[in-house]
Each structure stands twice: as structure tokens, then as C-alpha cells.
């Protein structure tokens, strides 16, 4: 079955940091990618997404390729913010059944 | 635009009592799912429904677990009865559309449940 794997957190980085988060999946047919985020005492929000192959998603800074090739839909940010902090989660929507799964989360801690 | 409405926030109760959680997703969303997230890990995929009928419930302990949607709006979740384990959030979400559709998915707030 379909199945998201994420890179084990947590991930702590100095302000204005270089960030990367991994993002690996196995899907039949052509699933839509998505990254969503968890901030403190808040619930799940949509990041961003990408529907297709070679799709890139962003928003707020955050970047996602959508890479058939190599299975894989990891998240970028050039320069994190303390702001950043929370646990992303990297999901995956069956394009047979619309199934939305989820990875594990990562959790991210930027640090002034 | 109103966002996913659960209820209640919060419950505790002790093991083998039962429970129900209630949904309310976005005006018009077709698709509804249910996920139990456990502390520190992902979003698990209860149930998943398509107006009124299941789509997917194969991660759904269904001798402990029901849930069902009779108009196709809101929802509700039941557990009985309750096991330790089954502490945990319980998430509500919609999207628009057919399942297969690209579309995201809104969660709401929801429901911490601690079973004691």
C-alpha cells in the first residue's frame, strides 16, 4: 500500500539556517504531495502542495519539488525563523481513492 | 468561510466507559475523514467518508470503534469501550470534491482524549 517516510526529528537550527526536511513515498498511479504544519497548540494547516511530477509547491518562504524519479517531496526553507518552529508533517493523496496518509513528523526547533 | 467545527475539545473517561465525537466539516466538503494522532506521531487514518457512504475504513478497530455520516454533513466518532490506548487527539477533516480529486484537506481543532 501507499506509505510516507519522513527524516527522524528533531531538527534544531540557528535563525537564518539552511533548512531540509526529507520526504520519501511509495504510491500506485499519480498521488498529490503535501506538507502540512502543526505550530504550538494549534491544529494541522496546509502548507503547501503539488499535484503532479515536477510540481513545485511554496509558500512562506517554503519550497517543495513534487520528483517522480526518485520518490520524493522534501521541504526547503533558505532562512528559518524562530517563527518556524513546529512539526511538519508530509502527506500523500491517492489519486484512486483519495486516501490521505500521513509520515511520521518532524519536529523543528529554531533557536535565536 | 467556517472552518471544521469538533466537539468537545477535550474528555476524560475511564477505560471500558464509552465516548462519541462530534464533526461538522466545511459547508459543501463531500469527503470527510477521521484520524487518532498519538503523541508524537503522525496523523492515522480512522475512516474515510464520501458523503454518506465509507470509503476506506480498513484501519478502523471496528470492534471497538464505529463511526458514521447519515446526511452526509456532520459526523460522529464512537468508542466503546475504551481502552488506555486509546488516549489520543482525534482529528476531523474535509475536502471538496471526489475523493480522487487533488484538492486539500482542512482539519479541525480537534478532540484530546485521555482514558484513565
Known amino acids: 500500500g501507499n506509505s510516507v517516510t519522513q527524516m527522524e526529528g528533531p531538527v534544531t537550527l540557528s535563525e537564518e539556517a539552511f533548512l531540509t526536511i526529507n520526504c520519501t513515498y511509495t504510491a500506485t498511479g499519480y498521488p498529490s504531495l503535501f506538507w502540512y504544519v502543526q505550530y504550538p497548540g494549534e491544529g494541522l494547516q496546509l502548507l503547501l502542495k503539488?499535484?503532479?511530477?515536477?510540481d513545485k509547491g511554496s509558500n512562506k518562504g517554503f519550497e517543495a519539488t513534487y520528483r517522480k524519479e526518485t520518490t520524493s517531496f522534501h521541504l526547503e526553507k533558505g532562512s528559518v525563523q524562530v517563527s518556524d518552529s513546529a512539526v511538519y508533517f508530509c502527506?500523500?493523496?491517492?489519486?484512486?481513492?483519495?486516501?490521505?496518509?500521513f509520515g511520521q513528523g518532524t519536529t523543528l526547533q529554531v533557536k535565536p | 468561510e467556517a472552518g471544521v467545527a469538533q466537539s468537545p475539545r477535550y474528555k476524560i473517561i475511564e477505560k471500558r466507559q464509552s465516548v462519541a465525537f462530534w464533526c461538522n466539516p466545511i459547508s459543501g466538503h463531500a469527503t470527510l475523514y477521521w484520524y487518532q494522532q498519538i503523541l508524537g506521531q503522525g496523523p492515522k487514518l480512522l475512516i474515510q467518508?464520501?458523503?454518506?457512504?465509507?470509503?476506506?475504513d480498513s484501519q478502523l478497530p471496528k470492534d471497538r470503534f464505529s463511526a458514521e455520516r447519515l446526511k452526509g454533513v456532520d459526523s460522529t466518532l464512537k468508542i466503546q469501550p475504551a481502552k488506555l490506548e486509546d488516549s489520543a487527539v482525534y482529528l476531523c477533516?474535509?475536502?471538496?470534491?471526489?475523493?480522487?480529486?487533488?484538492?486539500?484537506?482542512?482539519f479541525g481543532q480537534g478532540t484530546r482524549l485521555t482514558v484513565v
Open positions: 502527506a500523500l493523496k491517492s489519486s484512486n481513492t483519495g486516501k490521505l496518509i
Open positions: 467518508f464520501q458523503n454518506n457512504g465509507v470509503v476506506d
Open positions: 503539488a499535484t503532479k511530477a515536477d
Open positions: 477533516a474535509s475536502s471538496f470534491g471526489l475523493p480522487q480529486m487533488n484538492t486539500e484537506a482542512f
